[in-house]
């Protein structure tokens, strides 16, 4: 699709099915077979912004770079320190002058918006406080590995209504799923996007029982109770999460070919157990192998 290249990859409210279906049909072509693509990014170069460390987007965009025949430049928070020792609309204009797309991972979502908007090659939101598009395409593609067709699976989502629980939730409304969000309550997800994938066609629910939301669903969804930057409030959030935690009673009363998602870094046996983390109901390890296969389709189809 001639429409994507040249285009920012920021929030999955900026494209329509037919666009995420193609970019999820791509991914899997490319996981079926390595070599399907390895020359589409030939003598292109991806800069990558940190402010925030992780295992996963780094290698999974450094590895899907090379994969594509390109190069990834790794920038630290110490080496940019983004926004105080120089302003981020001059990062954006200066490194598009020497890069062909640039991935952020930042704290604040205005950051990656206005490093989009000051740059001439595409942005791609490797995640921000309010969203992770990567994550979330990577979690569509492992949904439809297991069912094949994404509209009508019931996904519950059990934990903070975070930047991946918006994500999901946008990329639910996209793709037709139903979604239940089971959280306590003052952890709800942002209202201005539950109100804006309601719109959508998103068939919500808001539940502050976790052993009502996950009765029938065909996916459960967690991730950790305290995120990075978050640890003032982890005694207080451990509090408040007791008894969300996603263990084999609460799997039981989830559809019989239910899986088990996590975003990852996990907190075993915080959110969720050793026995469902490791058991038959897991496809927490093949979500995180797909982050490298839905990056590559992004980067191949937005980089030109």
Known sequence: MKEMKGKDFLSLRDYNSKQLKHYLEMAIDMKSDKALYENALEGRNLAMIFQKPSLRTRMSFQVGMNQLGGNAQFISPSEIQLGKREAVKDVGAVLSRYVDGIMARVF??????????????????????????????????????????????????????????????????????????????????????????????????????????????????????????????????????????????????????CIVMHCLPAHRNVEISDEVMDGKSSAIFDQAENRLHAQKAILAMNIE
């Open 108 to 257: 604040s979502h205005d950051d990656v918006v206005e490093l989009a908007n000051s740059s001439s090659v595409p942005v791609i939101n490797g995640l921000s406080d309010l969203l992770h598009p990567c994550q979330a395409m990577a979690d569509l593609m492992t949904v439809m590995e297991r069912f094949e067709e994404l509209r009508g699976i019931q996904l519950c989502y059990v934990g903070d209504g975070n930047n991946v629980c918006h994500s999901l939730m946008y990329g639910s409304a996209k793709m037709g799923l139903d979604m239940t969000v089971a959280c306590p309550s003052g952890y709800e997800p942002n209202m201005d996007i539950m109100e804006e994938t309601e719109m959508m066609g998103l068939d919500l629910v808001i539940e502050h029982d976790p052993l009502v939301a996950v009765r029938g669903a065909q996916v459960i969804y967690t991730d950790t109770w305290v995120s990075m930057g978050q640890e003032e409030e982890k005694a207080a959030r451990m509090n408040d999460f007791d008894g969300f935690q996603v263990n084999n009673s609460m799997l039981e009363l989830a559809s019989e070919d």
